[in-house]
């Protein structure tokens, strides 16, 4: 299999509705960018992050931020569970961040999650960046919504240790919840690991539903030379 590399990513925007989602959903690939290329950019919005649990977002954040460049944890207030009453708002918010967050990376939600807070962000992703890279994570819940990704990101057992412990650590108001184990998050890693034959067993998966190729100077020229469009000119 051929595989994709993220070494020309300067900048990546983490985009989640509450807290935890992206730690969950891509916080192994983000370790894992970070170590490989240290000094990226990295802007983290997590859209519902109420006084309780904005300390443990912002904590958790910082940490798997760790290696990044220039880093800003943006924390929002909108209600958990009704971000389709706030659409108008968050679309306003949207539009205010394309202009000040340029990035070669976005991760956001999936656009079939069954949460109706995670859909929005995911639609809204889509209708703000219409010229970027977006790789959509995936959440575990009692919904059973996961589908069948088609991006693979393969992650040392070590990775995906530290991604758990870390999440283990910070976020202790979630404890409590039946579906917060140490247990869900290695099930899925090594699930997705198996479905791409990860040589580390492990991996995260997202839904990639564009991605477009570039050529390098050296084959333009020759294409330009030979190009039947440009004999119809
Ligand atoms: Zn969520």
Redesign the pocket.
């Known amino acids: 299999m051929h595989d994709f590399h993220f070494d020309d990513i300067r900048s990546i925007l983490c985009l989640?509705?509450?807290a935890d989602?992206l730690e969950i959903g891509c916080g192994g690939t983000l370790l894992k960018i970070l170590a490989n290329h240290p000094g990226i950019d990295v802007h983290w919005v997590v859209f519902s992050a109420s006084e309780s649990r904005a300390h443990e977002a912002t904590a958790s954040a910082e940490r798997f931020m760790e290696l990044s460049g220039q880093k800003q944890v943006t924390l929002r207030d909108y209600r958990d569970s009704f971000f389709p009453a706030f659409y108008g708002s968050i679309k306003e918010y949207f539009e205010q961040i394309k202009d000040e967050v340029r990035p070669d990376l976005i991760f956001t939600h999936r656009r079939e999650d069954m949460?109706q807070?995670?859909r929005v962000i995911a639609e809204l992703t889509w209708c703000a960046y219409r010229d970027h890279l977006i790789l959509e994570y995936e959440?575990p819940k009692y919904e059973g919504d996961l589908g069948t990704p088609n991006f693979f990101v393969p992650l040392e057992e070590s990775v995906c240790r530290h991604k758990i412990k870390t999440i283990m650590e910070c976020f202790k108001s979630q404890r409590e919840k039946r579906w917060f184990s140490a247990v869900t998050y290695w099930a899925l890693l090594r699930l997705r690991g198996l479905e791409c034959n990860s040589p580390t067993r492990f991996a995260e998966a997202f839904y990639c539903r564009k991605m477009r190729v570039s050529w390098n100077s050296h084959n333009r020229s020759l294409l330009n030379q030979t190009s039947p469009c440009k004999s119809e000119e």
């Open positions: 989640g509705a509450h989602d949460h807070d995670h959440i």
